[in-house]
């Protein structure tokens, strides 16, 4: 099956620092998505990439599909205590079923004031 | 709007023990999924259902079985719970993955 590295595993930042976190496949993606989830509850859709070198933000958030398609980037500027949380990417391969979504295993952000 | 729920939120079984884990969405999505998360391996697909009427297996569908009962339901049930089904499962819909908040469940 598909195969995702997700890194880092985990984050400890202090408040008003920039993070990066990236994620790499075995494969060619044509879709990479990109979610925060907070203890107790579901994942929550941060950004949606649909096209290689695209690159898109969402507030403080900024995210690129990578120009080789086997990769993407996420970025948050100048972190806040409410950015803690577990961040996901997931991927859609280009081949194989066009509607399962391969994740990562995260990446766990600790923010300290 | 509710979005996807889940239900129930938390439930306790006995290994051998029988349930099935509810899931609606009111998105009109035709997708439909269901996940495990088990920690330190993000999420993995069970099975899901791309349309009403229509279900396929995913990476981990072994001791699962699924009933797509119209475009708004999607359930998921374990006919005979074993310890390693104790995980977080999250039923999700529509293409870009809106997820519901979760069942928590434990099978001694």
């Known amino acids: 099956g598909q195969q995702l590295n997700q890194s880092p595993q985990s984050m400890f930042i202090q408040e008003g620092e920039d993070v990066s976190m990236n994620c790499t496949s075995s494969s060619i993606f044509n879709t990479w998505l990109w979610y925060k989830q907070e203890p107790g509850e579901g994942p929550v859709l941060l950004i949606a990439l649909y096209k290689a070198g695209e690159l898109t933000s969402n507030g403080r958030l900024t995210a690129q599909f990578g120009i080789t398609r086997k990769d993407s980037f996420l970025n948050i500027s100048a972190s806040i205590p409410s950015d803690v949380g577990i961040y996901f990417c997931a991927g859609r391969a280009a081949s194989g079923s066009a509607r399962q979504l391969t994740f990562g295993s995260g990446t766990q952000l600790t923010v300290l004031p | 709007n509710a979005g996807v729920t889940q239900t129930p939120k938390f439930q306790v079984l006995k290994t051998g023990q029988s349930m099935t884990l509810q899931c609606a969405q009111d998105m009109n999505h035709n997708s439909m999924y269901w996940y495990r998360q088990d920690p330190g391996m993000g999420l993995r697909l069970i099975y899901y259902s791309a349309s009403e009427g229509t279900t396929d297996k995913g990476e981990v569908p072994n001791g699962y079985n699924v009933s797509r009962l119209n475009k708004r339901e999607f359930s998921l049930r374990l006919e005979s719970a074993a310890p390693s089904q104790t995980s977080v499962y999250f039923c999700?819909?529509?293409?870009?993955?809106?997820f519901g908040p979760g069942t928590r469940l434990t099978v001694l």
């Open positions: 999700a819909s529509g293409g870009g993955g809106f």
